[in-house]
């Protein structure tokens, strides 16, 4: 059973459009961290969220995590070809200490 | 510090053989993790040090797989007697202790058990 499921897990648009990410739970977060990965490399981080509720922006990219610290949200305006990769959720369950869970990720396709 | 470097990039091996991989985390950082990625999977957990200890690792795959810290340096990941499902991605990341912080991976290293 997976800890973090996310969806869509396949993401296929066209430059400009909107899309949003979720990833969800039933177990309670620390923090939760979202991460970029290209093929062939590791991944690499974009942004944690740690207070429940807490929205966090990075250009382009809004974050949230959600008020029970169980799920959270990724939203990308305007998205362009740069975007495409795998985006992965992660977290670290409240009281477990040590190694983050990864989701088995969304795969963003974005065509000019 | 040119982050976490991981080597080689990539190792083909023939089913029964052992193998070993070498991460060399940021210097700053207290915790090293290896995880393992297969196709259309996310990064599963593996196991972890801080410093020199090995503080979890029960998720070690099977008994073929260990893993050491000598110092609290680099670390190494063997795989003995290597199986065809070992194929995959072994990813390494460090960080500070608390988990907030977020990881920093290497580029990981691909085994291909043939």
């Known amino acids: 059973t997976q800890l973090l499921e996310q969806s869509p897990q396949f993401l296929s648009i066209q430059e400009g459009e909107n899309l949003t990410v979720y990833c969800n739970s039933s177990s309670v977060f620390s923090s939760l961290q979202w991460y970029r990965q290209e093929p062939g490399e590791g991944p690499v981080l974009l942004v944690t969220v740690v207070t429940g509720g807490e929205v966090k922006k990075l250009k382009r990219l809004t974050f949230q995590f959600g008020d029970a610290r169980k799920d959270s949200s990724l939203h990308i305006t305007a998205a362009q070809p740069g975007d495409t990769g795998l985006y992965l959720c992660?977290?670290?369950?409240?009281?477990?200490?040590?190694?983050?869970?990864f989701g088995k990720g969304t795969s963003l396709l974005v065509t000019p | 510090d040119t982050g976490v470097s991981q080597n080689p990039r990539h190792k083909i091996t023939k089913r029964g053989q052992n193998v070993t991989f070498r991460c060399d985390p940021i210097?700053?950082?207290?915790?090293l993790y290896w995880y393992r990625q297969t196709l259309g999977q996310g990064p599963e957990f593996l196991t972890y040090f801080q410093n020199e200890a090995q503080l979890e690792k029960s998720r070690l795959l099977s008994d073929r797989f260990s893993a050491e810290r000598p110092k609290g340096s680099f670390s190494t990941l063997e795989i003995q007697r290597t199986e065809q499902g070992d194929s995959a991605m072994y990813l390494c990341?460090?960080?500070?202790?608390?988990?907030?912080?977020?990881?920093?991976f290497g580029s990981g290293t691909r085994l291909t058990v043939v």
């Open positions: 210097s700053e950082h207290n915790r």
């Open positions: 992660a977290g670290d369950v409240m009281g477990s200490g040590y190694a983050l869970n």
């Open positions: 990341a460090s960080s500070f202790i608390a988990a907030n912080y977020g990881y920093t």
